[in-house]
C-alpha cells in the first residue's frame, strides 16, 4: 500500500481520531506486557512460574494474572500479549493494570493521576504508530529512507510510558511528533550578539544557514532581518522550534522583544522532520549537511526535553576533542567510528530565571540551537544508516526487523547471522568499552545515540552523536585524556570505574542488547550463543591490547552481577514539574550479567579477527 508522505501537512484534527479503534485493544495488551516485563526486571513485580511457560501475578485484592512468557537471562519474563489473561471482572485496559499497580509501587493518587496522563498520550501514539505500520512487511520497512523508518520505531524500550509529551495537544502532536511523518519549517529569530552565549564556531556562518536554507530562501531571511534592525552585523540569526517559540520563548522573552535584542522573523527554509528524539531535526527537503538539535519544554520519558546551556556549550568542545581521537587511535580506525561533530551551539540565557538557582531545572533550558553534522552526506552509495533502535523492532506480523536486514545480507543462515552479529558486537561495543578503558570517557550508549552503518548489508561502522549531558568521565587523570578541553572537563560528571562502565552495561546491554537478542534468537541465534559472540569479539579486543589489562579489570564487562538502573520505579515516584534538577534513577540491588554467565557455561568459540592493534 502507498506510504504516507514525510512532506504532507498535518491532518485535520477529526481524522486523528480513526486509528483509536482498530488498534486500542492490542495497544493496550501490549501495554500491560511491557509493564509487567519491565517492573519484573526492575523487581518490583515477582510474577510466579506455574509450568514452563506459564506465569501467574498476584495484585492481592485486585486478583491474579495470568500469561505466558519466557525468561530470558537478566531474569526478565518476556510476556505474550496475547496470553494475557486479566482476573475475573478486571479489564484488558492499561489504565485500570496501572490504578492495580499503585499500591505496590507506592503511589498516591495525585502521582497516578500524573501518569494516567502519560499513559493514555502514549497509547494514542502506539495506536499511530500501529496504523503507520499496517501493510508494511519488516522487509518492506529497511527500504524506505532513514527519517522515514524512524516515525515507525516504538521509542525507549525500558520506560512505559515512552510518548507522555505533557504539554503538546492533538495539534501540536500531529505535525511534531515522528509517528504522523510530517515535516515544517522552522521559525528564524535574530538575537543580539552581545545577549547570546556560544559554543564551537559562530551559529550564522554562511556554511550552517546555507545547509538549512537555499539561497532565495536565505535571502529573504536576510532580508527581513535588515528591515527589522538598524544594524544587522549586530544580530546572529538562529532557528527556533515553532512549537516552542509560540508556547514558550516569545511570553517568557517578551521583555527581550520589548528592547529590541530578540526579533522573530518568520518560517523560512527547508521543511524538518523530527528524529525519534523528538529535538533533532533532520532536513528532508535535501541531503543537507547538518541536523539542527532545539529545546522543547514538554515533559517525556524522564524529563523536560530542554537543552542545558552548560552542556550545549560544551558540546563543539566534546565532539571536536572525539573526531580526533576517532582520526588518530588505531583501534577506532579498525572499528570505522565516526563522530557526528557539533561546530556551533548558543543559549539566550534568560535575564531574570537565570538568577534564581532554586528554580525548576526547565526554566534554564528554554532557548538553544545546536547545529550537529548530518550523516546521509557521507554516505557511499552502498552504505545504508540505521538507529541501533531498528534492532528491536517487529512488524505487524511480529517478524523482525533483523530479520529483514539479515535476509538483505544474504545472511539468513544461522552460520551467516553469528557472522553478521560478530561484525556487529565489533564496530559497536569494542569502540565504546575501548573509549572507556583507554580514554576515561563514557557515552551513554543508548539505541537512538547509536548510528550502524551497514555496507553491502553488512555492518561497517558505527557513528556516534549527542554529546550534551551523555558524556562522562573517570573520577581520576588518564594521560590518554591530558588534552580534554577545560570547558569541557569543568561541566562533566566525574565518576569512579565501577560506576562509570554502568553507562556501557545499562546504557548499551541493558537497553540496547537486552532487547535485540529475543530478536536474533527468531533469527536462529539463541540468546545465549547472542551473548556469547559478544564475549568472544571483547576477549579478542582484549588480547589485543595487553597494556590496558589492568583498566580492562577495573571496567570489567564480565563482572558476576551488574548494577541495575529501576527507571520506572524512579519516574513513577520522583516530582517533576517543580524539581531543580532532572530525576536521577535509582541504583539498587545488582543483576545476574549474561556476559558472565555465558562465559562460565560454554568454552570460546571462534571468532573472527584481524591483525593486532597497537596501543600506541
Not at 539566550?348 to 534554564?364: E, I, T
Not at 534468537?521 to 595487553?546: I, K, M, N, W
Not at 564480565?558 to 532532572?582: S, V
Given at each position: 500500500?502507498?506510504?504516507?508522505?514525510?512532506?504532507?501537512?498535518?491532518?485535520?484534527?477529526?481524522?486523528?481520531?480513526?486509528c483509536?479503534?482498530?488498534?486500542?485493544?492490542?495497544?493496550n495488551?501490549?501495554?500491560?506486557?511491557?509493564m509487567?516485563?519491565?517492573?519484573?526486571?526492575e523487581?518490583?513485580l515477582a510474577?510466579?512460574?506455574?509450568?514452563d511457560s506459564?506465569?501467574?501475578?498476584?495484585?492481592?485484592?485486585?486478583?491474579?494474572?495470568?500469561?505466558?512468557?519466557?525468561?530470558?537471562?537478566?531474569?526478565?519474563?518476556?510476556?505474550?500479549?496475547?496470553?494475557?489473561?486479566?482476573?475475573?471482572?478486571?479489564?484488558?485496559?492499561?489504565?485500570?493494570f496501572?490504578?492495580?499497580?499503585?499500591a505496590p509501587?507506592?503511589?498516591?493518587?495525585?502521582?497516578?493521576?500524573?501518569h494516567?496522563?502519560d499513559?493514555f498520550?502514549?497509547?494514542?501514539?502506539?495506536?499511530?504508530?500501529?496504523?503507520?505500520?499496517r501493510?508494511?512487511?519488516?522487509?518492506?520497512?529497511?527500504?524506505?529512507?532513514e527519517?522515514?523508518?524512524?516515525?515507525?520505531?516504538?521509542?525507549?524500550?525500558k520506560?512505559?510510558?515512552?510518548?507522555?509529551?505533557?504539554?503538546?495537544?492533538?495539534?501540536a502532536?500531529?505535525?511534531?511528533?515522528?509517528?504522523?511523518?510530517?515535516?515544517?519549517q522552522?521559525?528564524?529569530?535574530?538575537v543580539?550578539?552581545?545577549?547570546?552565549?556560544?559554543?564551537?564556531t559562530?551559529?550564522?556562518?554562511?556554511?550552517?544557514?546555507?545547509?538549512?536554507?537555499?539561497?532565495?530562501?536565505?535571502?529573504?531571511?536576510?532580508?527581513?532581518?535588515?528591515?527589522?534592525?538598524d544594524?544587522?552585523t549586530?544580530?546572529r540569526?538562529?532557528?527556533?522550534?515553532?512549537?516552542?517559540?509560540?508556547?514558550?520563548?516569545?511570553?517568557?522573552?517578551?521583555g527581550?522583544i520589548?528592547?529590541g535584542?530578540?526579533?522573530?522573523?518568520?518560517?523560512?527554509?527547508?521543511?524538518?522532520?523530527?528524529?525519534?528524539?523528538?529535538r533533532?531535526?533532520?532536513n528532508?527537503?535535501r541531503?543537507?549537511?547538518h541536523d539542527?538539535?532545539?529545546?522543547?519544554?514538554?515533559?517525556?520519558?524522564?524529563?523536560y526535553?530542554?537543552?542545558?546551556?552548560?552542556?550545549?556549550l560544551?558540546?563543539?568542545?566534546?565532539?571536536?576533542?572525539?573526531?580526533?581521537?576517532?582520526?588518530?587511535?588505531?583501534?577506532?580506525?579498525?572499528?570505522?567510528?565516526?563522530?557526528?561533530?557539533?561546530p556551533?551551539?548558543a543559549v539566550?540565557?534568560?535575564?531574570q530565571?537565570?538568577r534564581?538557582d532554586?528554580?525548576?531545572?526547565?526554566?534554564?533550558?528554554?532557548?538553544?540551537?545546536?547545529?550537529?553534522?548530518?550523516?546521509?552526506?557521507?554516505?557511499a552509495?552502498?552504505?545504508?544508516?540505521?538507529?541501533?533502535?531498528?534492532l528491536?523492532?517487529?512488524?505487524?506480523?511480529?517478524?523482525?526487523?533483523?530479520?529483514?536486514?539479515l535476509r538483505?545480507?544474504?545472511?539468513?543462515?544461522?552460520?551467516a547471522a553469528?557472522?553478521?552479529l560478530?561484525?556487529?558486537?565489533?564496530?559497536?561495543?569494542?569502540?565504546?568499552?575501548?573509549?572507556?578503558?583507554?580514554?576515561?570517557?563514557?557515552?551513554?550508549?543508548?539505541?537512538?545515540?547509536?548510528?550502524?552503518?551497514?555496507?553491502?548489508?553488512?555492518?561497517?561502522?558505527?557513528?556516534?552523536?549527542?554529546?550534551?549531558?551523555?558524556?562522562?568521565?573517570?573520577?581520576?587523570?588518564?594521560?590518554?585524556?591530558?588534552?580534554?578541553?577545560?570547558?569541557?572537563?569543568?561541566?562533566t560528571?566525574?565518576?569512579?570505574?565501577?560506576?562509570?562502565i554502568?553507562?556501557?552495561?545499562t546504557?548499551?546491554?541493558?537497553?540496547?542488547?537486552?532487547?535485540?537478542?529475543?530478536l536474533?534468537?527468531a533469527?536462529?541465534?539463541?540468546?545465549?550463543?547472542f551473548?556469547?559472540l559478544?564475549?568472544?569479539?571483547?576477549?579478542?579486543?582484549?588480547e589485543?591490547?595487553?597494556?590496558?589489562?589492568e583498566?580492562f579489570?577495573?571496567?570489567?564487562?564480565?563482572?558476576?552481577r551488574i548494577?541495575?538502573?529501576?527507571?520506572n520505579?524512579?519516574?513513577?515516584?520522583h516530582?517533576?514539574?517543580?524539581?531543580?534538577?532532572?530525576?536521577?534513577?535509582?541504583?539498587?540491588?545488582h543483576v545476574?550479567?549474561?556476559?558472565?554467565?555465558?562465559r562460565?557455561?560454554?568454552?570460546?568459540?571462534?571468532?573472527?579477527?584481524?591483525p593486532?592493534v597497537?596501543?600506541?
Amino acid at each position: 500500500m502507498p506510504r504516507p508522505s514525510m512532506m504532507h501537512a498535518a491532518p485535520e484534527m477529526a481524522t486523528l481520531d480513526a486509528c483509536l479503534a482498530p488498534h486500542w485493544g492490542a495497544a493496550n495488551r501490549a501495554l500491560i506486557a511491557k509493564m509487567i516485563g519491565e517492573l519484573s526486571y526492575e523487581r518490583i513485580l515477582a510474577p510466579l512460574g506455574d509450568d514452563d511457560s506459564g506465569y501467574r501475578l498476584d495484585l492481592n485484592e485486585h486478583g491474579s494474572w495470568h500469561f505466558s512468557a519466557q525468561t530470558n537471562l537478566w531474569g526478565q519474563p518476556q510476556v505474550d500479549p496475547e496470553s494475557l489473561s486479566p482476573p475475573p471482572g478486571a479489564s484488558l485496559e492499561a489504565a485500570d493494570f496501572l490504578l492495580a499497580l499503585a499500591a505496590p509501587l507506592g503511589m498516591q493518587d495525585s502521582q497516578v493521576a500524573e501518569h494516567l496522563e502519560d499513559l493514555f498520550a502514549t497509547l494514542r501514539a502506539d495506536c499511530q504508530l500501529r496504523q503507520a505500520r499496517r501493510g508494511l512487511s519488516a522487509d518492506a520497512a529497511i527500504r524506505l529512507p532513514e527519517p522515514q523508518r524512524q516515525r515507525l520505531l516504538d521509542g525507549h524500550p525500558k520506560f512505559l510510558f515512552n510518548k507522555g509529551r505533557r504539554g503538546w495537544g492533538l495539534e501540536a502532536l500531529a505535525r511534531y511528533a515522528p509517528e504522523h511523518g510530517h515535516s515544517f519549517q522552522l521559525g528564524w529569530v535574530a538575537v543580539a550578539a552581545s545577549a547570546l552565549e556560544s559554543g564551537g564556531t559562530a551559529i550564522d556562518t554562511p556554511e550552517l544557514l546555507r545547509s538549512a536554507l537555499c539561497d532565495i530562501e536565505l535571502g529573504r531571511l536576510r532580508q527581513a532581518l535588515a528591515e527589522r534592525v538598524d544594524n544587522p552585523t549586530d544580530y546572529r540569526l538562529m532557528p527556533v522550534h515553532p512549537w516552542q517559540w509560540q508556547r514558550w520563548l516569545a511570553p517568557l522573552h517578551a521583555g527581550d522583544i520589548a528592547h529590541g535584542r530578540l526579533h522573530y522573523l518568520g518560517e523560512f527554509g527547508d521543511r524538518y522532520a523530527p528524529q525519534q528524539s523528538l529535538r533533532t531535526l533532520t532536513n528532508v527537503s535535501r541531503r543537507a549537511s547538518h541536523d539542527i538539535k532545539l529545546p522543547l519544554t514538554i515533559m517525556n520519558t524522564s524529563c523536560y526535553r530542554g537543552i542545558p546551556g552548560r552542556y550545549l556549550l560544551a558540546g563543539p568542545a566534546a565532539s571536536a576533542w572525539l573526531k580526533r581521537r576517532a582520526q588518530e587511535d588505531a583501534e577506532f580506525a579498525r572499528a570505522g567510528l565516526e563522530i557526528l561533530a557539533e561546530p556551533a551551539g548558543a543559549v539566550l540565557p534568560h535575564a531574570q530565571y537565570a538568577r534564581l538557582d532554586q528554580a525548576p531545572y526547565r526554566y534554564a533550558e528554554l532557548f538553544g540551537v545546536i547545529w550537529r553534522e548530518a550523516l546521509a552526506p557521507r554516505l557511499a552509495a552502498t552504505e545504508q544508516a540505521l538507529l541501533m533502535a531498528e534492532l528491536m523492532q517487529r512488524d505487524e506480523h511480529g517478524r523482525p526487523w533483523l530479520a529483514a536486514y539479515l535476509r538483505a545480507a544474504g545472511a539468513e543462515s544461522p552460520a551467516a547471522a553469528e557472522r553478521w552479529l560478530t561484525r556487529l558486537f565489533e564496530v559497536t561495543v569494542v569502540p565504546m568499552w575501548h573509549l572507556i578503558c583507554r580514554y576515561g570517557v563514557s557515552l551513554i550508549a543508548h539505541g537512538q545515540n547509536l548510528t550502524l552503518i551497514l555496507r553491502d548489508g553488512w555492518p561497517a561502522r558505527l557513528a556516534l552523536k549527542d554529546f550534551q549531558g551523555d558524556l562522562r568521565l573517570v573520577d581520576e587523570d588518564f594521560p590518554e585524556a591530558s588534552d580534554l578541553p577545560e570547558n569541557l572537563t569543568a561541566v562533566t560528571v566525574r565518576l569512579p570505574p565501577e560506576k562509570l562502565i554502568h553507562d556501557l552495561q545499562t546504557g548499551h546491554f541493558v537497553t540496547t542488547l537486552r532487547f535485540i537478542a529475543p530478536l536474533a534468537a527468531a533469527c536462529g541465534v539463541s540468546e545465549t550463543r547472542f551473548y556469547q559472540l559478544c564475549g568472544d569479539v571483547l576477549t579478542a579486543y582484549r588480547e589485543r591490547h595487553p597494556t590496558l589489562a589492568e583498566r580492562f579489570a577495573r571496567f570489567d564487562l564480565f563482572a558476576p552481577r551488574i548494577l541495575r538502573l529501576t527507571l520506572n520505579r524512579a519516574k513513577f515516584l520522583h516530582a517533576t514539574d517543580n524539581a531543580r534538577e532532572r530525576m536521577l534513577a535509582e541504583m539498587d540491588l545488582h543483576v545476574a550479567n549474561p556476559l558472565h554467565g555465558v562465559r562460565q557455561a560454554a568454552p570460546r568459540a571462534d571468532v573472527i579477527t584481524t591483525p593486532e592493534v597497537s596501543d600506541v
